[in-house]
């Protein structure tokens, strides 16, 4: 009897410790409420929200998450700047986006279908700051998708131009 008592003891510990570890996993996905304005909201399939279905941030946040930059002109820009924020690889990671389309819209509606392969295989930046300045509305911000055009000539497309949505206010993982 007490061989068997022993057997469940351990078997009991064994579970309480895999219930401890799984839970503390869980807590390590979770993402913290903004305390600030939201300025971008991802919906869709993602497996960490901090909201009702989606995952929103304010400027500190994603200002938490690894930052990249790179200088770029653009065609709506008459010189170089050089752009800071977040890459949108590492934003979905954090989110634990499982889709294979993103579509991203902006404050006045407009939206864009980006490729898969593109955030994938380029720095796709989800810019926050422009030449050490935080980027206005009327400036294209908060948040505006560029492509380092400068660096990579081959993205100097149409078909890029049309995925670099300014004002960004929602990304859905589909």
């Known amino acids: 009897m007490s061989f068997l008592r022993g057997i469940f003891v351990r078997s009991l510990a064994c579970f309480c410790l895999l219930v401890v570890l799984v839970g503390g996993a869980r807590a390590a996905d979770t993402l913290p409420s903004p ?29 938490q998450l690894p930052q990249h930059e790179f200088n770029t002109l653009t065609p709506w820009t008459t010189q170089v700047h050089r752009y800071r924020g977040v890459l949108l690889r590492d934003l979905l990671d954090r989110v634990g986006a499982e889709g294979e389309r993103v579509r991203a819209t902006a404050l006045n509606q407009y939206h864009a279908d980006l490729p898969p392969g593109v955030a994938s295989d380029y720095p796709l930046l989800l810019a926050t700051h422009r030449d050490g300045e935080p980027m206005r509305v009327r400036d294209k911000g908060p948040i505006w998708i560029l492509l380092p055009l400068s660096d990579h000539p081959e993205l100097n497309l149409k078909q890029h131009h049309e995925m670099m949505v300014w004002q960004l206010r929602t990304l859905d993982i589909r």
Request: charged share 20%; net charge negative.
């Open 35 to 63: 305390e600030g304005t939201v300025v971008l909201s991802v919906t869709g399939r993602i497996g960490v929200t901090n909201a009702e279905g989606r995952a929103d941030f304010d400027l500190a946040m994603l200002g």
